[in-house]
């Protein structure tokens, strides 16, 4: 596989991390408590690597960073692929978030340092409203629900953040309601932190 090849997946996206709403990061400026626990879940509606289809598939990254996002140091994360892929799928969508393949998440791989490992796993996701969430047995739960806005009937958004990958969409600022994780060595409950969802369309 290479980036000459031609892809597009899009669909729902969350996060949650460990900084207060807001998380400053999406400006570039320092995590709330200094570093940052961060989960992202994406789950493809629709979407192909070549002629490999990707529809319905889901994928989670965790994410840790002792500092500041963009300035360092650099990253720590971990992959988790959707166990209904089949080994075509399952490559696809590792090439595709490891930022292998181009687009949006090769702007993010030189963030990280280590990588410390990309396997299959049963992922469970969910929506429902300003509802998302995102199961991993015995490794990840986490949901979110978007937050209060002035008019209850649109959702409180961040227009234009500096980094935030759920692109090109903004944000729906969110919070969590339950966030933990335990998995390579990284253990954390972050629940009632910070969170975002929106649509993503990821391309080269």
């Known amino acids: 596989m290479n980036q000459s090849i031609s892809w597009k997946v899009e669909g729902d996206y969350f996060e949650g991390c460990n900084c207060q709403s807001t998380c400053p990061c999406t400006f570039l400026a320092d995590p709330t408590y200094g570093d940052c626990r961060l989960a992202i879940g994406w789950h493809i509606q629709k979407g192909h690597y070549g002629p490999t289809q990707l529809d319905g598939l889901n994928v989670a990254g965790i994410y840790y960073t002792p500092g ?4 360092g140091p650099k990253w720590r994360a971990a992959l ?13 969508l590792r090439q595709i978030f ?17 990588m410390l490992g990309v396997r299959t796993a ?10 998302r969430w995102m199961n991993i047995p015995s490794v990840l739960e986490i949901e979110i ?6 008019d209850p009937k649109r959702e409180a ?4 953040p500096a980094l935030y990958a759920g692109v090109p969409f903004d944000p729906a600022i969110s919070r969590s309601k339950k966030y933990t994780y335990n998995d390579y060595g ?19």
Not at 68 to 71: E, P
Not at 122 to 131: A, D, N, S, T, V
Not at 190 to 198: H, K, P, Q, V
């Open 98 to 114: 490891s930022g292998q393949a181009g687009g949006f998440m090769a702007n993010v791989a030189p963030l990280i340092g280590e």
């Open 68 to 71: 500041n996002m963009v300035s």
């Open 157 to 160: 958004t961040i227009t234009n």
């Open 145 to 150: 629900e978007g937050v209060k806005g002035g």
């Open 122 to 131: 049963q992922i469970q996701f969910g929506l429902e409203g300003k509802r």
């Open 80 to 92: 988790y692929l959707d166990e209904h892929a089949s080994k075509k799928q399952a490559e696809a």
């Open 186 to 204: 990284l253990k954390w409950d972050n629940t009632g932190r910070n969170g975002f969802y929106s649509r993503f369309t990821y391309t080269p």
